[in-house]
């Protein structure tokens, strides 16, 4: 079955402790994003990467970085988590191949940072 | 970066057809249009998308004016589990940058 998995689904943590949300498709998709979601800001782009090695800020990176060493897989790292990072995390994928797919999303990652 | 705007809320009676319309004026010519809904706190699903053309699949239709400056989303059939939160969205060219909304909360009634 085609999907976007994160993991883990829930965490709550302390402020300061290194956490790395993973993220992997079975698509072989080419583009990967991070998106958080907040109550009355809607879903904004963390990150985004286009293939291997390639990867792009989106509109709120500060806080965050991420890799993309192989193409299934695209971990967001918080490296050192504050209160503010507090939010409903989803990661997408799409095709590349053919212009305008559209992006697929897993199910959620909700972090607590305390 | 183009925008969409959508109205807050909608209500639309089990059974009818829900037409949500989504502003995009600022459109690019190479610029997608693209619908999601969410439910809940779950990953927003993939509903439909466009370039210029009208389009049609298994879950709704999408119309786009010729001008490419609005968009409507037709749900033929609303039943309860539409029940969710809509998004219309335009991705930014030559990028993989998708711009949410607010979206536009509809709500199935029996």
Redesign the interface.
Known sequence: EAQ?TQNPRYLITVTGKKLTVTCSQNMNHE?M?W?R?DP?L????IY???NVEVT?K??VPEGYKVSRKEKRNFPLILESPSPNQTS?Y?C?S?SGVL??Q???????T?LSIL | DAKTTQPTSMDCAEGRAANLPCNHSTISGNEYVYWYRQIHSQGPQYIIHGLKNNETNEMASLIITEDRKSSTLILPHATLRDTAVYYCIVRVANTDKLIFGTGTRLQVFP
């Open positions: 976007v583009y994003s998106y979601q009355g809607g879903l904004r782009q985004y990467s286009m792009d989106g509109d409903l989803f997408a799409r212009r305008g559209p992006q697929h999303f897993g199910d959620g909700r």
